[in-house]
């Protein structure tokens, strides 16, 4: 993601999201935001909703983050973007 490579980062961040999840509810939310963030700027909605869902659930310091990009999210589905 730093490298302005989203695409190529998506399917680390995936891999990192399913082995931290039940491990560290912490670093998983972060992985979480991240795919959710990666998602949102190629424009893949769905999945980026989906995923920010989730992150938004879990207690923590990313979980303002989280909710603030899940409305960006829907504020740009619903103008149809």
């Known amino acids: 993601m730093k490298q302005d490579k989203t695409a190529a980062a998506i399917p680390g961040l995936k891999s990192a999201c399913g082995l931290l999840r039940g491990l560290d509810e912490q670093q998983y939310s972060v992985a979480l935001y991240r795919l959710g963030y990666a998602y949102a700027k190629l424009s893949r909605v769905s999945e980026a909703r989906d995923v920010l869902t989730e992150a938004a659930k879990i207690p923590g310091p990313v979980q303002p983050l989280s909710q603030d990009l899940l ?4 504020a740009a589905r619903a103008k149809g973007k």
Not at 71 to 74: E, F
Request: net charge positive.
């Open 71 to 74: 409305s960006k999210v829907n």
